[in-house]
C-alpha cells in the first residue's frame, strides 16, 4: 500500500530513470561531450557523477537538495560544483528549468521528448506531470491567431488538493 501525501492524495509510485548509478545511456554521454567540445570544457568524472546521480531521481529536484544528498556520498563534490554542473547539462539539453517553486528556487528534470506540463499541489508542494492534446491545440491556435510562432512553452497550473481533508 503506498502512502499517502499529506494533502491526502495517494502518492504515486516513482519511476527511477535507470536501474543503477554506473549506467547513464550513452546518447546522453555523447550530447554532454559534444557540447564541452563545443564549449571548450574539459570532460569530467564529476560531472558523470552528478549526472548519474540525477538519472536515478524519480522526477523533479532542486539543486539545493542534490547538493546536499552528493555530498553525504561524495564529500569532495562541494555544492558550488554541483551548481556549475547542473547549469552545465542544461546547456547541454539534458536537463531543462521546469519551473520556480514558492521559495524562488528553480525547478529541474530531465529533458526528454515527452512533452507535459505541470500541477502543483498548493497543500503538499508536490508536481505532477499531465498532457492534454486539447490544451496544446487551443494553445497552438490562440498562437497563429496573435500571429507567432511558438518556440516552447511551459504550462503550470497551481491548484488547491481536493483530497485535502479539512
Known sequence: MRAKLPC???????VPRSKTSEHVPEKLVEKLEAHLSKQGLKH??????????????????????IARQIQETSPGLGAATVYRNVKTL????????????????????LLDDDHHDHIV??????IFEFHD????????????RMKFTEAQHRHVVYARCQYLKK
Open 133 to 144: 492534446e486539447k490544451i496544446e491545440e487551443i494553445q497552438s491556435a490562440v498562437t497563429a
Open 8 to 14: 491526502g492524495r495517494p502518492d504515486p509510485a516513482p
Open 121 to 126: 499541489c498548493l497543500d503538499c508542494q508536490r
Open 44 to 65: 569530467s568524472e564529476q560531472r558523470l557523477k552528478i549526472m548519474r546521480f540525477i538519472l536515478l531521481l524519480p522526477g523533479h529536484f532542486r539543486v539545493q537538495e
Open 90 to 109: 542544461v546547456d547541454a539539453g539534458i536537463l531543462r528549468e521546469t519551473l520556480v517553486d514558492e521559495e524562488g528556487q528553480t525547478v529541474y528534470e
